[in-house]
């Protein structure tokens, strides 16, 4: 798996490719999305158009991003899933919790309709 990241105003834009399977290159992009919301960012577009597989693992990964976002305060849009990609992620649910979009430019335009979202984090 590889990726490559985009800036478009504040929103910052992922763009994926290859398989992604939960290996080491999966961790790496992990880490730098922890490195990227530690620096502010709060909101993420992955764009899945050149994926060609994602497992079990991956998904795992991905829900892992997700969830460092949002205790962040950030939410996250996925763009441009295809068939097989978006029938794993109807089986897991994820289709549920993070909104997909059928363009880059579409999850893009979706956070500006949206206000500024504030998580209060309350530990118990």
Known sequence: MEY???ALGP???LHLSGKIMGDAQTQGMCNFLKDTINAGTERLVMDFREVSWIN???IGAIIAC???LREHGG???FANLHHMTQHYFHI???ETV???FTS???AVASFESQPEMTYIRQDV
């Open 75 to 77: 939410d996250i849009r």
């Open 92 to 94: 897991t649910k994820l």
């Open 56 to 58: 079990s693992s991956g």
């Open 98 to 100: 993070v909104k997909v």
């Open 66 to 68: 997700l969830t460092a």
């Open 4 to 6: 490559t990241e985009e």
């Open 104 to 106: 880059v430019a579409e």
């Open 11 to 13: 929103v910052k834009i």
